[in-house]
């Protein structure tokens, strides 16, 4: 049963940077292609960027200048980095795995990650 | 950017009727397009994917179709735990997108 858990601070000032990190466990992080995606409240999903096993990484264009997503397979952990947040970055945030066919079966229980000004 | 949209945003349906829920894409493709069911509290849940391939344990009473910009869940004989929000996606390429949802209640 593969599970996935976020962990990381649920308050950032504005102007600093989320860092978020999702543990997996039940299977290995290799051949796997691991995302974030968030969903401010009452609102829809945005897929923020995603990372395979081999540290190749995908952004969002909306988001790219300010993310980085990293992967640590010795920890079976990936990593959220968004920088100069804003309130509009306060969501519910996600990680979730998929293969090559980028659909997700597997998702975390979300973290709420809220900007304080 | 493919611009997925949802209609209607939201469709009020009695138990045991059945409930049709469209997605439109700005562009055209077929096949790799997923449908999620996200409850209050709750991360989505993988309905369907390839447009119409059931995910493992989702009941035959859910059913995907179309292609080229016009997309379909259909779900049959609603039960009192399909009443939730559904959301549909595609990753036919960068960045995948998702529509902004369709709320499903009860009449």
């Known amino acids: 049963q593969v599970q996935l858990q976020e962990s990381g601070p649920g308050l950032v000032k504005s102007s600093e940077t989320l860092s978020l990190t999702c543990t997996v466990s039940?299977?290995?992080?290799?051949?796997?292609?691991w995302s974030w995606i968030r969903q401010p409240a009452g609102q829809g999903l945005e897929w923020i960027g995603r990372?395979?096993?081999?540290?190749?990484?995908k952004y969002n264009p909306s988001l790219k200048s300010r993310v980085t997503i990293s992967i640590d397979t010795s920890k079976n952990q990936f990593s959220l980095k968004l920088r100069s947040v804003t309130a509009a970055d306060t969501a519910v945030y996600y990680c979730?795995?998929?293969?090559?066919?980028?659909?997700?079966?597997?998702w975390s229980q979300g973290t709420l990650v809220t900007v304080s000004s | 950017e493919i611009v997925m949209t949802q209609s209607p945003a939201t469709l009020s349906v009695s138990p045991g009727e059945s409930a049709t829920l469209s997605c439109r894409a700005s562009?055209?493709?077929?096949?790799?397009l997923a449908w999620y069911q996200q409850k209050p509290g709750q991360a989505p849940r993988l309905l369907i994917y390839?447009?119409?391939t059931r995910a493992t344990g989702i009941p035959a009473r859910f059913s995907g179709s179309g292609s080229g910009t016009e997309f379909t869940l259909t779900i049959s004989g609603l039960q009192s735990e399909d009443f939730a929000t559904y959301y549909c996606?595609?990753?036919?390429?960068?960045?995948?997108?998702f529509g902004q949802g369709t709320k499903l209640e009860i009449k």
């Open positions: 996606q595609h990753y036919i390429n960068w960045p995948l997108t």
């Open positions: 562009q055209s493709f077929t096949y790799y």
């Open positions: 390839g447009t119409s």
């Open positions: 039940g299977d290995s992080l290799i051949n796997y292609y």
């Open positions: 990372v395979h096993s081999n540290g190749d990484t």
């Open positions: 979730a795995r998929s293969s090559a066919s980028y659909y997700f079966l597997y």
